[in-house]
């Protein structure tokens, strides 16, 4: 007999996935419904809708289409940042071109997926982004490397230290700034400080907005999905 307290007795995931097009939203039940620890609360097919159902039910993950009519998702994932601030927003797009992929991060996305991302990878990125990582697979990740070695990731930025990088990774891995402290040896007031620094050198306003430039420049390691074996 399961004692109380185990894993078993935790709460699915509820999720709340936004698409226009129903064969997508089947495809997306069908793959969720395997994993028996994650919930689809709500759908949404438009950017309006969107955000409505979202302060209706509160997911701890949306999973969102960036091309919607009227509202799209970015413009709906922007809305619902300012609702709740703690949002976890995940965009989930035909769209594989860098310039996409900034845009959604840029818009306080925590993750982005195209929707040509292997079986199984989506549930598990579904956790990923609950548990405060940020999510980027593959195909979007090559995206943004591309973007690298074409040399189009904007101007300006300032050579990132060792230090601050590995910090940068921490980020990534969705860590505190006090899991960070604990993690370096460095008060959390010390870590602030560094992505203070960090802030001003990649020119952004942000730890998600950093994580994304970092990547682009190639500063640390690209963030993947795990794949179906993890």
């Known amino acids: ?45 438009d950017g309006e809708q969107l955000v409505d159902r979202y302060r209706c039910y509160e997911p701890d993950v949306a999973l969102v289409d ?3 009519p009227g509202l799209d998702g970015l413009a709906a994932a922007r ?6 601030a703690g949002a976890r927003i995940v965009i989930l797009s035909a769209r594989t071109d860098p310039s996409a992929v900034r845009a959604a991060f840029e818009a306080g ?5 195209a929707k040509t991302v292997e079986s199984g990878s989506l549930a598990a990125a579904v956790r990923q982004a609950a ?4 999510v980027l697979d593959a195909t979007s990740a090559s995206a943004l490397v591309g973007r690298l070695r074409a040399g189009d990731v904007g101007g300006g ?3 990132v230290s060792a230090r601050e990088a590995e910090i940068l990774t921490l980020v990534g891995q969705g860590l ?15 870590v602030k400080t560094h992505l203070d620094r960090i802030f001003d050198k990649l020119g952004v306003h942000d730890r998600v907005s950093a994580v994304c430039r970092a990547i682009e420049l190639g500063v640390i390691d690209l963030p993947t999905s795990p794949s179906t074996a993890s």
């Open 157 to 159: 930025s300032k050579a």
């Open 1 to 45: 007999m399961t004692s109380p307290g185990t894993a078993h007795d935790a709460p699915p995931l509820r999720v709340l996935v936004a698409d226009d097009h129903p064969l997508m939203l089947d495809a997306i039940r069908q793959e969720i419904a395997e994993d028996g620890g994650i919930e689809i609360v709500a759908t949404a097919v």
């Open 131 to 134: 548990a405060g990582e940020t």
């Open 79 to 84: 809305l619902i940042l300012e609702h709740d």
């Open 176 to 190: 505190t700034n006090a899991q960070i402290g604990e993690s370096l040896y460095l008060s959390s007031e010390t």
């Open 66 to 68: 960036i091309s919607m």
């Open 109 to 113: 996305a925590v993750g982005y997926l």
